[in-house]
């Protein structure tokens, strides 16, 4: 349970603080005004952005995942496709929230802040620290339907053999889109 769920975990972590704090860093020295001139457009800048973080969490994942299969003897992945899908959609729908948090706060430090506190509320009641069967039900159906909750039960499906959570990458789906759309059309440069 809780291997699958700290994959989830890996995946919240790098797209609501690594990424936004990295822009809004950017953004604070001057950086982005830099690539501004030299005409880099706007989604390359993004892209290299989510590809980054699509490769910290893969690396993350994978070791996180050997070292408990060497070290606790967990499971592996029944579904390996099913699992990389869900990581794939959830790298896009909390990148797409970094992005657009990134888009939102002035500084780092305002970005460390606020991703910290979000990704801690969503940790505590999405199943990724307590399990969401000891939660009462009200928070249970509130972790649920935030990111984290749908990119644990996305991510535990296949990992257990129980199928695709088809309803769950949707939502994940939705996230990214709804999330993206607005921090790449608001997106600024200084």
Do not use: K
Not at 63 to 92: C, K, N, Q, R, S
């Amino acid at each position: 349970y809780y291997a699958a769920a700290s994959v989830a975990s890996i995946v919240a972590a790098l797209g609501m603080m690594t990424l936004p704090i990295n822009l809004a860093s950017y953004r604070e020295r001057g950086i982005l005004r830099r690539l501004r001139a030299s005409s880099v457009p706007a989604w390359v800048l993004v892209m290299s952005q989510l590809t980054l973080v699509i490769a910290l969490f893969m690396a993350g994942a994978l070791v996180m995942g050997m070292v408990a299969w060497l070290a606790y003897d967990t499971t592996l992945p029944e579904d390996p496709i099913g699992v990389a899908l869900a990581l794939l959609l959830g790298a896009l729908s909390f990148g797409s929230i970094g992005l657009l948090l990134a888009r939102i706060v002035r500084s780092s430090r305002a970005a460390q802040g606020i991703g910290l506190m979000l990704f801690f509320a969503m940790w505590l009641i999405c199943g990724t620290a307590p399990p969401r069967a000891v939660l009462p039900d009200g928070l249970r159906e509130v972790g649920l339907a935030l990111p984290l909750g749908q990119l644990v039960v996305a991510i535990q499906d296949p990992w257990f053999g129980d199928g695709w959570a088809f309803d769950h990458l949707a939502i994940l789906a939705a996230y990214a889109i709804g999330a993206g759309l607005p921090a790449l059309w608001w997106f600024r440069w200084d």
